[in-house]
Nanobody, 119 residues
């Protein structure tokens, strides 16, 4: 099994910054990618940013230029630096890890961390 532990969420004023962290542990053989998703009340979960094991990154249009994803492969950890936060960034943020074991792929989720941006 794989466990993901997120930290760094909280209440912040608009245009301030927050940094989320996610550490993965357990049966981690080969990481394909790690990433962050978010879900606002009444909305579907959406991609925020992902980073592959090779360092390739992908961002939602709504966060490009404001958020930066980075990772420490040796520690199975991923970070999300969020700058210039807006009220519409308010959501529960979930960490995700995608693993490969032989020919199969597996996806695991963290428990989520609340980010609330006050205007």
């Amino acid at each position: 099994q794989v466990q993901l532990v997120e930290s760094g969420g909280g209440l912040v004023q608009a245009w301030r910054s927050l940094r989320l962290s996610c550490a993965a542990s357990g049966s981690i053989v080969s990481i394909v990618a790690m990433g962050w998703y978010r879900q606002a009340p009444g909305k579907q979960r959406e991609l925020v940013a992902t980073i592959s094991s090779g360092g390739d990154t992908n961002y939602a249009d709504s966060v490009k230029g404001r958020f930066t994803i980075s990772g420490e492969n040796a520690k199975n950890t991923v970070f999300l630096q969020m700058n210039s936060l807006k009220s519409e960034d308010t959501a529960v943020y979930y960490c995700n890890i995608r693993l490969r074991r032989y020919a199969n792929y597996y996806s695991y989720w963290g428990q989520g961390t609340q980010v609330t941006v006050s205007s």
